[in-house]
């Protein structure tokens, strides 16, 4: 009888040892913390993604919201980016498209090309700022510069449909390049629809045939259907050769960006 409850009585302190050690893995850094609490505001940005993601401790978003709050006031571009997100979805803060429209602008100011583009669509649909499409495009334009293929892709369909800039499909053929080009599936779609209709571009079937085949292997759902048909509707223009040479292009130009 002793033995067994000597047994049970070592599995309980085993058991409790576990926990004990667990609890001790599920930290920040106190170096890190230690930082944060004394008002270093990358240590806080940092402190702020461990709650957001679980790394070292359970999710807590209203604690990675706090965080940020801190990081963001002391001017960190990255936690003012990502407090305003938490702000437009309602993430660890109640929902405010005003504050985020304001986290975003801080960002924006410091070049944060999310956060521009961001802000601009806040701009465009009038959310948490009055609705204006020519600030929305100078925002586009300024993150679509960096490279952001979304911000690309909007100011694409700014110019294509003379939204607070003068319609121009010369330009909105350009952008959705740009964005086609790192594989944006609508900008694909409409890149190739452009190369039908001749607007912007020189009629060309053979590229038109190319940029539908691509958005049909990156698009999803209903738009994959789309580029899927508008592709086969090309495809009857085009001879068996030029078919063939267009399906080798979209396979390296697949096995590129793969890569």
Known sequence: ????????????????????????????????????????????????????????????????ALWYRRAAEQGNPQAQLNLGQFFEHGTGVPQDSVQAAAWYHKAALQGVAEAQFKLGTFY???????????????????????????AQF???????????????????ALWYKKAAEQGLARAQ?????????????????????????????SANGSRQQEAINARDRVATRLTSSEIMNVKQRVSKWVSDHQK
């Open 124 to 150: 465009e649909q009038g959310l948490g700022v009055p609705q204006d499409a020519t600030q929305a495009a100078d925002l586009y334009l300024r993150a679509a510069e960096q490279g952001n293929r979304s």
């Open 189 to 217: 779609y409409n890149l190739g629809s452009m190369y039908v209709a001749g607007q912007g571009v020189p009629m060309d079937y053979v590229e038109a045939y190319f940029w539908l085949n691509l958005a049909s292997l």
């Open 1 to 64: 009888m002793k033995a067994y409850w000597m047994r049970i009585f070592a599995t309980i302190i085993l058991a409790l040892s576990v926990n004990q050690a667990g609890a001790q893995v599920k930290s920040i850094d106190p170096r890190l913390m230690g930082k944060a609490q004394a008002g270093d505001a990358q240590a806080q940005y940092q402190v702020a993604m461990a709650y957001m993601q679980g790394d070292g401790v359970d999710v807590d978003y209203t604690q990675a």
């Open 154 to 172: 909007n100011l694409g369909l700014l110019y294509d449909n003379g939204q607070g800039v003068q319609q121009n499909y010369g330009q909105a």
